[in-house]
């Protein structure tokens, strides 16, 4: 009598056990995917704060082989849609920009002038025997790989872009992704013969003329050349 009433004890408490042990253990289904940003996923442009060329104080130019001006035809499908002439200078006080000389901390301000339109006539194609080739409007100029040592300074000359814009244009100056941007904003359009000069700043030393840079004019994407920092495998880094 016993023995069955200590039968009839256990099982349930087997059963509770087993019970309280099939719910501990997981369901056999597949995992739902857990959502994730990659690491090296590209974030949007941040718009920057442009600052007024006409302010800076420049001192010395860095003596390139070909002097201290980098002049260039921006060139796409082997025509000619402007002009660019860069530099890069050292800051106010410098007298001899010489790199080599210079702290490690040394700031470089690189500067571009563009002129939508014209084309040199010593450069081929001949286009027009006045050495222009009309540009209806111009919209944006930017670097087309990362500026390197960019140190968050960057502008244009405000006066020139409102002789070229009217009243109501202005450049937005953009980092997208270590590369930078500027783009007419309003206005009555960036055309055939307006100068404007573009600047930024950076740490880094150029390491020579470089297909860096483009202009987008009259929906065409066109390259230049101009003095830009070292690529990261050029200097070790």
């Given at each position: ?11 349930p408490v087997?059963l509770a ?6 719910a ?12 994730s ?15 007024d060329?006409?302010e ?52 470089y301000?690189?500067?571009?002038i563009?002129?939508?339109?014209v ?7 001949f286009?027009?025997?006045?050495g ?11 670097t087309?790989?990362?500026a ?5 300074a ?7 872009v ?10 937005r ?18 055309q055939t ?6 600047f ?7 390491a ?14 066109a ?15």
């Amino acid at each position: 009598m016993r023995r069955r009433l200590a039968s009839r004890m256990l099982a349930p408490v087997a059963l509770a056990a087993v019970l309280a042990a099939c719910a501990g253990e997981p369901e056999d289904t597949e995992p739902s995917p857990t959502p994730s940003v990659a690491a090296d996923a590209p974030s949007d442009p941040r718009t920057l704060v442009a600052a007024d060329f006409g302010e800076l104080e420049l001192g010395a130019r860095i003596e390139g082989a070909v002097g201290p001006e980098v002049e260039a035809s921006i060139i796409v499908d082997g025509r000619s849609i402007g002009d660019i002439v860069s530099y890069v200078a050292c800051p106010a006080g410098v007298e001899e920009c010489d790199p080599d000389e210079l702290p490690d901390d040394t700031v470089y301000t690189y500067v571009h002038i563009v002129r939508p339109g014209v084309d040199d006539p010593n450069d081929p194609p001949f286009m027009r025997p006045v050495g222009l080739d009309e540009v209806e409007a111009a919209t944006l100029f930017a670097t087309v790989r990362e500026a390197r040592g960019f140190n968050g300074a960057i502008g244009f000359d405000r006066a020139q872009v409102e002789e070229a814009l009217g009243p109501d244009g202005t450049i937005r100056v953009q980092d997208d992704n270590g590369t930078l941007a500027w783009r007419v904003v309003g206005g009555d359009g960036w055309q055939t013969g307006e100068a404007i000069t573009f600047f930024w700043q950076s740490t880094l030393p150029p390491a020579g003329p470089d297909e860096a840079y483009t202009l987008r004019a009259d929906e065409k994407i066109a390259m230049a050349s101009g003095p830009f920092p070292p690529r990261a495998e050029d200097d070790g880094s």
